[in-house]
């Protein structure tokens, strides 16, 4: 749920919403000019992704 009462949390949320299988409940507070990007938000979600898997961010090499 995206409104004011999780304001600390807002980036994540946003960055959680769109993402397949995934529903988002918006009050008017998220209708201010936030960008959802269907299927998440890449830059945010990766790094939690690299931790799920042991990998730290800072450790990880980009692939050509």
């Known amino acids: 749920v995206l409104n004011a009462?999780?304001?600390?949390?807002?980036?994540?949320i946003i960055a959680q919403a769109g993402r397949l299988k995934t529903?988002?409940?918006?009050?008017?507070?998220?209708?201010?000019?936030?960008d959802i990007i269907l299927g998440?938000?890449?830059?945010?979600?990766a790094p939690?992704?690299?931790v799920a898997?042991?990998?730290k961010p800072?450790?990880?090499q980009e692939s050509d």
């Open 40 to 45: 998440g938000n890449p830059n945010f979600l």
């Open 53 to 55: 898997k042991g990998i």
């Open 23 to 34: 529903v988002t409940i918006a009050t008017n507070m998220a209708g201010r000019g936030t």
């Open 5 to 12: 009462k999780y304001h600390e949390k807002e980036a994540e």
């Open 48 to 50: 939690s992704l690299l």
């Open 58 to 60: 800072d450790e990880a």
